[in-house]
């Protein structure tokens, strides 16, 4: 796909009798223009086997090839494969396990490519092998002059991101078919996932800022899966449902471009993407015997040295954990070296559902829970000046009145050490803001009644149900201040509109 673009403006028209561009004014005039050249290919095919509908076999393959690439290496062939095994055709299995209907075994390996994303945005990285210029003004003997200047240099290795996926599953029904269940259990692996060389050669080095990114990084992720389900209905009438599933997932960096000198308890690699570096709370000193006594203290005994945060440590600021320190061990000194690279990003790790139906006669009602785990959010809020404290801060902080040990005194934002965020070593990157967002929710819940058609038929109507429906109703989690389900991945929690809870009563009439 080809697109060209030019446009003209000029304002101030002498008349309207005159409709062409040198009739108007020169004191605001603009050109401006724009041109790309997209292009995509792809071959594909697929070839299957079946044998009595109890082996079966499938190899497909892709040849995609895309603009954004250099021209050695436009295209990337992803194969892939998958083999199914209908176990319950098996003589030896029919023959001998009634209670089962029916029993496959299925596994797939496949690549998939991916054309990749600058490193931090949504934006597709076009053209990274050509040379970029960014327009601008320069002054050239006294005068203002438009230039061009160099952007990103050209990275002329520059290709597909690769990701193979490998998954075994087993799917069943037994029971005359009451019962249904699937289970998988998949790895993904990506490679060539575009990173800047940030790590090795910093953005203030000459020329950091110019250098491209590189296909270099690689990613891990295993988990499993799987959805069960059983209906059947008692001898009294009463007709029922219940089903079940739940999903984990468990990424991991495999290689990474890390700084030179990185502490390894602060390492991105063999952790989780984008998990979060944090100092680790250790509770609130709670008057000033405990600043100077053995509760602020190393394991070594001997007083910790908050000087690299703080000049002077005051009744309730916040205690940190002493980690590590230049030598990779714990030395009295909080400072930049204690903070650590967790096990958590704010993903969910588990996501699982629950559906109930209910029947009898007229009636009906519908249950459908939803939850997840393992997931943080990183809560900073807006306060102080700029705005309100949480509620749950202000009742439990500390005070002269309630010396606590747990929660710490409250200033305006970023007035203290441990919610200052200006720099990399700053302690507002700490654990106790660090909120978990597991939560259990009744996503949805209808009763419903059907009255009798000996009734409805009087009326003309077929049917009428009358009905009330809830969403949201209710949510179990720690988190009180949020809404767990909307974390958007940003700092400022509170900035996400939170679920509604609805409450509807309704009729369904069909005539």
Do not use: C
Not at 43 to 65: C, M, P, Q, S, T
Not at 151 to 168: C, D, H, I, S, Y
Not at 416 to 431: F, K, L
Request: proline share 5%; charged share 20%; no cysteine.
């Amino acid at each position: 796909m080809n697109d060209a673009y030019a446009g003209v403006y000029r304002a101030f028209f002498l008349s309207t009798a005159v409709q062409v561009l040198n009739a108007g004014s020169s004191i605001q005039q603009n050109i401006s223009g724009s041109e790309y050249e997209r292009r995509h290919l792809g071959y594909f095919g697929r070839v299957g086997y079946n044998y009595k509908e109890k082996y079966l076999a499938e190899f497909l393959w892709r040849e995609d090839g895309s603009y954004i690439f250099p021209p050695n290496s436009r295209f990337g062939f992803f194969p892939g494969v998958s083999v199914g095994w209908r176990i319950s055709e098996e003589g030896f299995f029919k023959n001998n396990v009634r209670f089962v209907d029916n029993l496959k075994f299925r596994a797939s390996y496949g690549q998939v490519g991916a054309e990749p994303y600058l490193p931090g945005t949504t934006n597709l990285a076009e053209f990274q092998y050509l040379s970029s210029y960014n327009q601008g003004n320069i002054a050239f003997n006294g005068t203002v002059l438009p230039g061009l200047a160099e952007g990103v240099a050209p990275n002329n290795t520059f290709t597909w991101e690769r990701q193979k996926n490998l998954n075994f599953g087993l799917d069943g029904t037994v029971l005359n078919n009451k019962l249904n269940f699937t289970v998988d259990v998949f790895s993904n692996r990506r490679d060539k996932a575009l990173l800047p060389p940030l790590g090795t050669v910093p953005a203030t080095a000459i020329p950091g800022s110019q250098l491209p990114p590189v296909n270099y990084g690689s990613l891990q992720n295993r988990g499993w899966e799987f959805s069960v389900d059983y209906h059947n209905t008692t001898f009294g009438g009463l007709k029922y449902s219940i089903g079940a599933n739940a999903g984990y997932a468990q990424n991991k960096v495999l290689v990474f471009d890390e700084a030179p000198g990185v502490p390894d308890n602060q390492k991105q690699v063999g952790k989780p993407y984008q998990a979060n570096v944090a100092f680790v709370y250790d509770g609130v000193f709670k008057d000033a015997s405990e600043i100077n006594g053995a509760m602020g203290t190393s394991s070594s005994g001997k007083q910790l040295d908050y000087s690299a945060l703080v000049s002077t440590l005051r009744p309730g600021d916040m205690k940190f954990k002493d980690i590590s320190g230049p030598n990779g061990k714990p030395d009295g000194v909080i400072d930049h070296y204690d903070q650590e690279r967790l096990t958590k990003n704010t993903n969910f790790k588990m996501t699982y559902g629950i559906t109930l139906n209910l029947q009898y006669k007229g009636f009906d009602a519908s249950f459908l829970f939803q939850g997840a785990t393992g997931g943080l959010a990183d809560i900073y809020t807006e306060s102080g000046l700029i705005g309100n404290f949480l509620a749950s801060d202000y009742s439990h902080r500390w005070s002269i009145d309630n010396p606590s040990s747990v929660y710490p005194r409250l200033a305006d934002r970023a007035n203290t050490y441990y919610t200052d965020r200006s720099s990399g070593g700053s302690g507002g990157h700490n654990t106790y803001n660090l909120k978990s967002t597991n939560y259990l929710r009744l996503k949805n819940l209808e009763i419903g009644y059907t009255l009798p058609s000996t009734i409805t038929r009087k009326a003309a109507i077929n049917t009428l149900r009358f009905y009330v429906n809830a969403t949201n109703l209710v949510t179990f989690s720690k988190m009180k201040d949020f809404d767990p389900e909307i974390y958007g991945g940003g700092n400022y929690l509170g900035q996400y509109y939170p679920q509604l809870r609805v409450i509807s009563f309704g009729a369904t009439v069909n005539f």
